[in-house]
């Protein structure tokens, strides 16, 4: 959903003949469960803003409420389709097998489909050893440019298929979607706030100014990963700060990393990557996911955390990581059961980037190092003197500096002086996180060590330290 760097639509454009543009809303895709209003509003004003462009060349954008398939059907009876254009959409389950049937359907009506890679990622790729020398490479031509005034457009005749005509009234806690939003984050970050990122990374409150903040435009297609590459490059020859830039531009690469391993491995959408896991946190337990999803687990930072990504659909990497921890390592819960959640939640939703850290942080990738993160401890590491806590619970505004990482443990006096009453206001903790850690690493400890385990990490060690030490070269001999 943007102008530059789009190669389907530069190529339509070239292709000198007319084009009909589409945006489908699919039912079942919008009612999947890892859908959520805040995704289709961001949808819907990117398309508001692109038409806006479109229009001033004679153009439009027709948004289409059907399924792709059922539709593209349709069309191919009033239009002799030739061609149809696309980026390649590493999506979940579901847009896959959207994909195999739309590719079926072009097959049998000898509809030729070019599908162009998305930021770099390879569609099929049978070896991931070169990934990020072609990444590289990728990254490294030039942005594609569109001539509207040269695009031949075609206007859908009215009724012809249901069009989506839903309105997502605007939310200003959330970010806006559309390429000049995108371009005013980019810029900002790139010559304004850039300056506190390292510092402010892990930070809940200072990363929401201090972080990129790009990440729901490069999922939603706003900006490509060219365009942030090009663009962090130019910044760091104006500015002269490598330390923040680069320290950003080396997680570039990684975030199309994942998602090619996703591409690679889709079953990581269901299945644990580590099989040797499957024997262990098998079950769920109601109760305990509907506290934490509530943000009543009696742990402030975690419950803070809940309450910031609902309402803002934002939190930076590491609080992710705490919440993801608390659920499958302190609740003991399988990470399944707590996947479509967040991902309602993440403006920024990316299944190729959120399955895979979704198991990192549940430890189930065999290869990495359990983390598992100390609400209390990170509370004190990250959130001193309770300032984010406090403006996501506010039960707890009163409660001092001294208090507010562990609030259950105030005496009955402090509590009435405080104006919170631990139980009624705000919940007691629903776990002795000692306890369930010692639990979860005794247990993931035994599994890790495992015949079975130990032959998987094998392989993937051997994989994965190749690649990383092949992307960390090549990345900072560019950068």
């Known amino acids: 959903m943007r102008l530059i760097d789009h190669l389907p639509l530069l190529r339509a454009q070239e292709s000198d003949t007319p084009t009909l543009l589409i945006y489908f809303y699919e039912p079942s895709i919008m009612s999947f469960a890892d859908s959520d209003e805040r995704h289709w509003r961001f949808v819907q004003q990117s398309l508001t803003e692109l038409n806006k462009t479109f229009a001033e060349w004679g153009h439009h954008i027709y948004t289409i409420h059907d399924e792709a398939l059922a539709a593209l059907r349709k069309l191919t009876e009033l239009f002799n389709v030739t061609t149809l254009f696309s980026h390649e959409e590493i999506g979940n389950n579901l847009t896959y097998a959207r994909d195999q049937s739309v590719a079926a359907f072009c097959k049998e009506k000898k509809i030729e489909w070019k599908e162009f ?189 809940i309450e910031c990504v609902k309402n803002t659909g934002y939190l930076n990497f590491r609080m992710r990581s705490l919440l993801v921890s608390f659920f499958t390592h302190h609740l003991w819960q399988p990470w399944q059961a707590g996947a479509h959640f967040l991902a309602r939640q993440f403006l920024d939703y990316e299944p190729g980037i959120h399955y895979p850290q979704f198991q990192m942080q549940a430890g189930t990738m065999g290869i990495n190092t359990i983390r598992i993160y100390n609400p209390v401890k990170q509370s004190i590491d990250h959130d001193p003197t309770g300032l984010f806590i406090k403006k996501w619970i506010p039960i707890l505004r009163h409660v001092p500096p001294n208090h507010i990482h562990q609030p259950w443990k105030m005496t009955e006096l402090e509590q009435e002086l405080y104006q919170v009453k631990i139980g009624s206001d705000y919940p007691h903790p629903i776990v002795s996180i000692s306890e369930t850690a010692k639990h979860a690493r005794e247990k993931l400890w035994q599994t890790k060590k495992s015949s079975v385990v130990q032959k998987e990490n094998r392989r993937i060690l051997k994989l994965h330290t190749n690649r990383k030490a092949e992307a960390e070269k090549t990345l900072q001999v560019e950068l």
């Open 117 to 305: 890679p998305t930021n770099g990622v390879v569609r099929g790729l049978g070896n991931r050893k070169l990934f990020s020398q072609n990444w590289m490479q990728t990254m490294s031509a030039p942005l594609y440019s569109v001539d509207l005034k040269n695009l031949i457009s075609i206007q859908l005749p009215a009724n012809l298929l249901p069009s989506f005509t839903t309105y997502f009234p605007a939310n200003p806690r959330f970010q806006p979607g559309g390429p000049g939003a995108a371009n005013k984050y980019l810029n900002s970050f790139l010559y304004e706030r850039k300056s506190s990122y390292s510092k402010h990374i892990s930070k809940p409150e200072e990363s929401r100014k201090s972080c990129s903040r790009l990440s729901p435009y490069l999922a939603w297609g706003n900006l490509s990963m060219k365009q942030v590459y090009h663009a962090t490059l130019e910044a760091i020859a104006k500015t002269g700060d490598k330390r923040n830039l680069q320290f950003f531009g080396n997680r570039l690469l990684w975030h199309c990393h994942f998602i090619q391993k996703f591409e690679s491995e889709c079953r990581l959408e269901f299945e644990n990557l580590n099989e040797g896991f499957n024997e262990i946190r098998n079950k769920t337990d109601s109760n305990l996911v509907a506290a934490w999803e509530a943000g009543c687990t009696g742990y402030p930072l975690v419950d803070a955390c």
